[in-house]
């Protein structure tokens, strides 16, 4: 039972979703978890693989890079994960090869190269009748049609850093109707529920998604460290400051998450009438903050949908 599941161009973001996916099946972790539980709930539907594998779980990883060195950084890393991760196959230049032995293919290589990627000779061929699972910022599912078979089913999904400690949020593009879309469907969620949340969203919003839960993590924590300097400079220990600013952070997001309260609400329940929230949230005001952060995300959006287009020379 089971499937084998490729990573092409396993980097940051390919190495973030094997440890995660790993790191959910390891009975070693399942322990240490038993005692330090998720905090959030999965989105509806999508649950954490438990029990032995099935049809739709990987029970055999093949990892691709072009470089020897990242084969060395990459076996450091996994072998780290304990059992599972030491099985790992790490390839080099084989990428072809490493598809013909697949039946899942998750492409997490930079978007530029996806073209020379796919169009490598073989790799058509071996792709047929098989799951290409894109993760790559601005290649739309058309550009990755028109470089493979019609056989190849194709879906695109964006998950984001924090799927490797299974707290990622994750965007799939939706499943094209086949004889295959129940099983490939259920495979996705095994793959992205496991590694945190996983939404199915139409293809037309994955430029914003990207912007939002991919780069997100990063404008989060500009904020995060702004203020924890803030802390710093009304006279708060480094450590302490970034441990209290992380945690209200943390704590604000559950209370989203979990208890369905809309940020306005929140923040009017701590906003007192001439309290310093109020000047606080006033001073922030003044800097734009809001508009700055919202333009953010436009601006990331309209980059993403420039990285799958071939450069101009």
């Known amino acids: 039972m089971g499937y084998t599941l490729c990573v092409l161009g396993c980097g940051t973001m390919g190495i973030a979703i094997l ?4 790191d959910s099946l390891d009975s070693a972790s399942k322990l240490h978890n038993a005692f330090n539980p998720k905090w959030e709930s999965h ?18 990883y093949i990892a691709c890079v072009s470089r ?13 994960l304990g059992q599972l991760g030491q099985a790992v196959e790490i390839l080099v230049a084989q990428n072809v090869g490493a598809v ?9 290589c930079k978007p530029q190269l996806a073209h020379a990627i796919l169009s490598e000779p073989g790799m058509s061929e071996a792709l047929e009748g098989k799951l290409l699972i894109s993760i790559l910022a601005g290649v739309t599912i058309t550009q990755l049609t028109g470089w493979v078979t019609s056989s190849t089913r194709v879906v695109r999904a964006m998950p984001n850093t924090p799927c490797k400690i299974r707290e990622g949020m ?14 490939d469907r259920l495979i996705i969620l095994k793959i992205f529920s496991s590694i945190g949340r996983c939404r ?34 009304m006279g708060l220990p480094r450590a302490e400051a970034l441990e209290l600013a992380a945690q209200t952070l943390q704590g604000a997001a559950r209370m989203v998450l979990q208890g ?21 949230l006033l001073a922030l005001e003044d800097g734009r903050v ?24």
């Open 68 to 80: 020897e060195e990242s084969s060395r950084k990459l076996r450091v890393i996994f072998d780290a």
């Open 43 to 60: 989105t509806p539907g999508t649950l954490t693989p438990v029990g032995p594998p099935d049809a739709a779980m990987a029970t055999r």
């Open 200 to 233: 199915f969203l139409e293809e037309k919003h994955f430029d914003a998604c990207t912007a939002l839960s991919g780069s997100g993590p990063a404008f989060a924590c500009i904020f995060l460290e702004a203020m924890a300097d803030g802390g710093v400079m």
């Open 100 to 108: 013909k032995q697949s039946d899942v293919v998750l492409l997490c």
């Open 290 to 313: 809001r508009s700055t952060i919202a333009r953010g995300i436009q601006i990331a959006t309209e980059r993403a949908s420039e990285l799958g287009q071939t450069p101009k020379k």
């Open 260 to 280: 369905g309260a809309h940020p306005a609400q929140i923040k009017d329940a701590v906003t007192t009438p001439g309290g310093c929230t109020i000047a606080g």
């Open 170 to 183: 994750t965007v799939v593009s939706n499943v094209a109707p086949s004889s295959h879309a129940e099983s």
């Open 19 to 22: 440890s995660g996916v790993i």
